[in-house]
């Protein structure tokens, strides 16, 4: 793995993306045998790290005979090419990598086809005679050498042709959900967004008491699901949507623009934070950002402070100066006024006054629905 680190960027905060960089390549079934970082104003032109830093990885991948070197960061085509020629291994930027988890993840057809579109906009500026990456698409040629220019020109035509009919297709599923979401106009959406491995489609599976596929790992729910629940007779609609994460490739932003439209066209956004992370606060941000990027930025948002039994406690610290985080988890259950909710997905913990919280947001948009529906009063959310 291969990180520049810009100037004042504190090593805990390095280690802390190489940390997730790992988890990615970890979610490719990739091991992880050395980590280079270099201080640079700015990346290099040709090969984005210096020369003396490039003949350190060359040297140790030819010795720990690496099969891919993965930079965080994204790569010019030029310095794709460039690196490639140098290091003769399969180069991965942030954003290829992350195309090819989600490429892995994707179970639906909508999903399967937005990766693909997004991948193959990817490759596109980026195909050399090394490249390999369309074996997939080939059968498995393996490695080709000296195609030259007529083979790559053969390639880009493949892609065009290929993006093409995925959008073709693309917009033939859009149209059919739009149908879907707008069906639904006359139900409360409440949707669940937040960073990756935050613990959505676990409390997914609480709120809806359905199987939902979670798990302790970066983007676990590529596939947008969507959930009827209800709670004292109110019933509204839950989805649970694809992570966010910092340098999100902006290809595969377009490309999921369909499905992000279960966020965009939501009531209540339920925004779950993994409190338990060092760097929560950033992800907060780096999803506050992608919600204005969507023009979801708007919409009433509910902070799940997940992960509370993670947090290691000590009874005689003020938890006000541990992590930064500005409130006695101990103590407060939700948070009205600032509309926030403390809880602990996996283990329970808290999740009745959660879903009594939510109620009675759920509540206010359901009467503007339905302004003379009366409820059963002696019904209550701990029965349902």
């Known amino acids: 793995m ?3 680190v810009p100037k004042g960027q504190a090593d805990e905060k390095t280690r802390e993306y190489l940390d997730e960089l790992e988890f990615l390549a970890q979610t490719l079934d990739i091991d992880t045998k050395g980590i280079f970082t270099q201080k640079l104003d700015s990346p290099d032109r040709r090969t984005f790290i210096g020369k003396g830093k490039l003949d350190e990885v060359k040297e140790f991948s030819k010795a720990e005979q690496a099969d891919c070197i993965i930079f965080d960061d994204d790569l ?17 930027d942030r954003s290829l990598l992350i195309l090819d988890i989600f490429l892995k993840r994707a179970q639906t057809a909508q999903a399967k086809t937005q990766v693909e579109l997004a991948r193959f ?10 490249w390999t990456h369309l074996e997939r698409q080939r059968g498995g040629t393996g490695t080709r050498g000296g195609a030259g220019e007529k083979e790559i020109e053969t390639d880009r035509r493949i892609i065009r042709d290929q993006i093409t009919v995925l959008k073709k297709k693309l917009e033939k599923i859009e149209k059919q959900s739009a149908t879907r979401r707008k069906s639904r106009s006359n139900v409360v959406r409440v949707a669940l967004v937040g960073y990756t491995n935050a613990g959505k489609s676990t409390l997914m599976r609480k709120l809806s008491k359905e199987q939902v596929y979670a798990k302790d790992e970066l983007f676990a729910t590529v596939d ?5 629940v209800v709670i004292n007779q109110i019933p509204f609609l839950l989805s649970d949507t694809v992570g966010f994460i910092r340098k999100l490739p902006h290809n595969l932003i377009e490309s999921f623009k369909s499905t992000l439209d279960e966020v965009k066209e939501a009531d209540i956004l339920l925004h779950v934070v993994d409190v338990s992370n060092p760097a929560y606060e950033e992800h907060m941000q780096v999803v506050d950002n992608t919600l204005k990027e969507i023009g979801a930025a708007e919409i009433k948002t509910i902070k799940i402070y997940n992960k509370i039994d993670a947090i290691e406690v000590n009874p005689e ?3 006000e100066s541990m992590n930064g985080f500005p409130y006695d988890i101990s103590k407060s259950k939700f948070n009205k006024k600032n509309l926030s909710v403390f809880l602990s997905a996996l283990d329970k913990n808290h999740i009745n006054e959660f879903r009594d919280f939510i109620f009675h947001e759920v509540q206010k948009v359901h009467k503007t629905i339905y302004p003379n529906y009366v409820m059963n009063e002696t019904f209550n959310s701990q029965e349902e």
Not at 78 to 89: M, W
Not at 121 to 130: E, F, G, I, K, S
């Open 2 to 4: 291969v990180a520049l």
């Open 76 to 92: 010019s085509p030029s310095q794709l090419r460039n690196l490639e020629k140098e290091l003769k291994l399969k180069i991965y």
């Open 121 to 130: 906009q990817y490759l596109m500026p980026r195909l050399t005679r090394m």
């Open 224 to 228: 947008s699901t969507v959930r009827k």
């Open 317 to 319: 610290e003020d938890i």
